[in-house]
């Protein structure tokens, strides 16, 4: 019952700003831990963020300062806010919904190209 859905991505150049968005289904997210994974061409996927359970918040160094992982409860949505995008954030971006009860559900993905 649980769905994960990934929305937002898409090409902005270096220095540009992009947010992405998980709809979460099946369950509210005042039940989850939400991360965000990404992978490049070539390479396997990689912690990029996470929220746990009481609001707790990771994020890789590589992206420390620059993106900001948060969460509507009452839309039922994640975001991930990318702020100053380098061409080394091009890569197909992930959620993951960690119930509190049981499971680990990911989204499709969604694109983001960094490029000028």
């Known amino acids: 019952q649980v769905q994960v859905m990934e929305s937002g991505g898409g090409l902005v150049q270096p220095g540009g700003s992009l947010i992405l968005s998980c709809a979460v289904s099946?369950?509210?997210?005042?039940?989850?831990?939400m991360a965000w994974y990404r992978q490049a061409p070539g390479k396997q996927r990689e912690f990029v963020a996470n929220i746990l359970r009481r609001g707790a918040i990771s994020y890789d160094a590589s992206v420390r300062g620059r993106f900001t992982i948060s969460r509507d409860t009452a839309k039922n949505m994640g975001y991930l806010q990318m702020n100053s995008l380098k061409s080394e954030d091009t890569a197909v971006y992930y959620c993951?919904?960690?119930?509190?009860?049981?499971?680990?559900?990911w989204g499709q993905g969604t694109q983001v190209t960094v490029s000028s």
């Open positions: 099946g369950t509210p997210l005042t039940e989850v831990a």
């Open positions: 993951k919904i960690v119930p509190f009860s049981e499971g680990v559900f």
